[in-house]
């Protein structure tokens, strides 16, 4: 949905809110960012400790952990409520982590295949409830898909919004039209994102209530350091890009 979020963030460019939330916002996910920084250090020095027992003891440093990505994903929505145009295509992003998103965040489909690179040893307990998880979270995945596809096509579906794209502005006489079209739009594009939050986070649920305390803070540690070299890789592109 590259070309549908810039269109959209394009026509919310003239909403006097828009500019603060991507200042608080983007202030806020700078730090958090510094946050997740600190908690990849924790749990990566956790796991070099190789005690399991006091691995396990830590069950502190894995809520603190949840309760770092909750506090992103409630001050998301929040954001998100005001101006969600802004969440589909976000500028505090670089271009690479752009080109990742999937209904405003990452595609929890990932999340399996950090799992399988960082996790190793499972129980045939534990393979069967990941593979079911992974069933359950594929066919949500593909719902949410073809959601945000129709919203796409719902765009490109109204002359009047093809109109304004033409033209930059509405006729005398449709303002009131294309107040109601975008306010539906918005409604629809809110409600998919978030769908796709709850999926992201149910994912994430179940795929730690089938992992040992060990486990998990690999699996949590991977993630981070996952998300950690995109955004590095992705500043080191946008610089490169910026000094041609």
């Not at 026509?11 to 920084?37: C, H, K, P, Y």
């Not at 956790?46 to 691995?55: H, P």
Request: aromatic share 8%.
């Amino acid at each position: 949905m590259t070309a549908l979020a810039k269109y959209l963030r394009a026509m919310a460019d003239g909403n006097g809110s828009t500019s603060s939330i991507v200042e608080n916002f983007g202030a806020f996910f700078n730090g958090w960012l510094v946050r997740q920084e600190r908690f990849l250090e924790q749990l990566v020095q956790a796991l070099r400790s190789q005690d399991e027992e006091e691995i396990e003891r830590r069950g502190d440093l894995i809520q603190e952990v949840l309760s770092h990505y909750d506090q992103y994903s409630a001050e998301k929505f929040k954001a998100a409520r005001e101006q969600v145009l802004l969440f589909y295509s976000p500028p505090w992003l670089t271009s690479f982590e752009k080109a990742q998103l999937w209904v405003g965040g990452f595609k929890p489909f990932i999340l399996f295949k950090i799992l399988t690179n960082s996790v190793t040893e499972l129980t045939p307990e534990q393979e069967q409830a990941i593979e079911r998880v992974k069933c359950e979270t594929r066919k949500e995945e593909r719902e949410l898909t073809q959601a945000s596809a129709a919203i796409q096509e719902s765009l490109a579906a109204l002359p009047l919004l093809n109109l304004v794209r033409c033209c930059g502005r509405a006729v005398d006489g449709q303002e009131l039209e294309l107040e109601s079209a975008m306010r539906k739009l918005k409604e629809d594009m809110l409600r998919a994102l978030e769908s796709a939050d709850k999926l992201r986070g149910s994912t994430v649920r179940k795929l730690l209530q089938t992992l040992s305390p060990v486990q998990t803070v690999k699996l949590l540690a991977a993630s981070a350091e996952f998300q950690l070299a995109v955004r590095k890789w992705g500043l080191q592109k946008d610089q490169g890009r910026a000094a041609t």
